[in-house]
Every structure is written in C-alpha cells, then in structure tokens.
C-alpha cells in the first residue's frame, strides 16, 4: 500500500488551462502538504493544511488553491497555467508537531506548453 | 529564517566504500530537527533519517548515520559500504520546534552522490 500516493504522476498541459492534482494518505496523519520541486531540484514548501485547516500559504501566486475535504485528502488546483509553473509538486504528511517526519508523495510532473 | 548549506553538488564513491554528505545549517532556534532525505532518479523522496538537536547520541538507521556537531551546526550523513543503488541526489533539510502546528522542511540545494562499480 503506498502511504502518500498523488495523481496524475505525470501532467502535460497548456499554457492557461486549469488543472488539479489529488493526494491522499492512508498513514492516518493530521497535517498533509505542498512542495514544490523546481528545474535546479530545489525544494519549497507551498502549503501546509493542519486537520483541515490551511497553517502555512508560503508566497505562492493566487493561481493555485489547495483544498483538504478531509484529513487524508489535500488537492492542488492550478488556475491559468502559465510556464514557469513547470515542475514536480510533491505531496506530503506528518503527525502534528515538530520532529516528526514528514513523508513524501512520488510527485507529480507538471509540464506547461 | 532557516538556512541549509550542502558545498557539494556532486560526490563519486567507489562501491563498498564510505562516504560523507556534507550538510551545515544556520537557525536562531534553539531546538529543531535535522532530517535526510535520498531522491533517485525515479524522483521518489525516501526519508532516510532524523536527528533531534536535544538527542545526546547520533541517529544512526542501517549504513546511514548522521555525524551530528552541534556547536559546529553541521550534520553530516555518513552511508558506509556504499551500493550502487545509493546513486541518488541526497537532501538536507531541517524543521524548527518553535513553530508548533507551522511545521514545515527548509532544504539545501542536495548533493547528487554516484557509486561506481
């Protein structure tokens, strides 16, 4: 069983369509979140949703807006793609609080055209 | 504000033998969590291991262990008789316990380790 599984794992799409990416987690974790893996590999964090509510909106453009129907659940709508999105967005879970480890999706590969 | 520092971008070992992953961090926070993370070329991000800024010993998981220095702020993984399935880029990346439910990774820039035959 895979803990924190995203789809689509691959997203070829273009420039100004919306789309969304799912995740889900069976580890039965409170806090679920958003990163962002870009072109040089670096990793940012995007959003954190803590029981459903949104904890932590990093600088990221209104475009994208996370949802979290339910604590195993958290969404990434894209609006109006634009290029520069490209990139692999990775989902992730945790307990609440720190020193717990948080575990990460396998990624979703967004390529805009 | 966090910072992660990993000096080297790429590292080349020789099966079976050891090697060190540099990693130093800056953090004004006085507890915090010290994590590795190894992404293969498939682009999965596997956690390897953790080390709390309280724990007396180094975190060791399997040939994985974390040389940590505190008053140095470095937290070097250590993989002993590398595999040629370690080839992978390998994260740093560290949580403050300051921020309670506002917990979140700051990542260094990664370190992309090849094992040669």
């Known amino acids: 069983d895979t803990a924190v599984s995203q789809t689509p794992k691959y997203l070829v799409t273009q420039m100004g369509n919306d789309k969304s990416i799912k995740c889900e987690q069976n580890?039965?974790?409170?806090?679920m979140y958003w990163y962002k893996q870009d072109s040089k590999k670096f990793l940012k964090i995007m959003f954190s949703?803590?029981?459903?509510?949104?904890?932590i909106n990093e600088t990221v453009p209104n475009r994208f807006s996370p949802k979290s129907p339910d604590k195993a659940h958290l969404n990434l709508h894209i609006n109006s793609l634009e290029l520069g999105d490209s990139a692999v967005y990775f989902c992730?879970?945790?307990?609440?609080?720190?020193?717990?480890?948080?575990?990460f999706g396998e990624g979703s590969w967004l390529t805009v055209v | 504000a966090q910072k992660i520092t990993q000096t080297q971008p790429g590292m080349f070992v020789q099966e079976k033998e050891a090697v060190t992953l540099d990693c130093t961090y800056d953090?004004?926070?006085?507890?915090?969590?010290l994590f590795w993370y190894k992404q293969p070329s498939s682009g999965e991000m596997i956690f390897l291991i953790y080390?709390?800024?309280?724990?007396?010993q180094n975190a060791t998981e399997g040939r994985y262990s974390l040389n940590f220095q505190k008053a140095r702020k470095s937290a070097n993984l250590v993989i002993s008789a590398s595999q040629l399935g370690d080839s992978a880029m390998y994260f740093c990346?560290?949580?403050?316990?300051?921020?309670?439910?506002?917990?979140?990774?700051?990542f260094g820039k990664g370190t992309l380790l090849t094992v040669n035959p």
């Open positions: 580890l039965g974790h409170d806090t």
């Open positions: 080390q709390g800024s309280y724990d007396q």
């Open positions: 992730a879970s945790s307990t609440t609080g720190p020193g717990n480890t948080i575990y």
């Open positions: 990346a560290m949580s403050p316990f300051s921020g309670g439910s506002n917990y979140k990774l700051t």
């Open positions: 953090t004004s926070d006085p507890s915090y969590g």
């Open positions: 949703y803590n029981n459903k509510e949104l904890i």
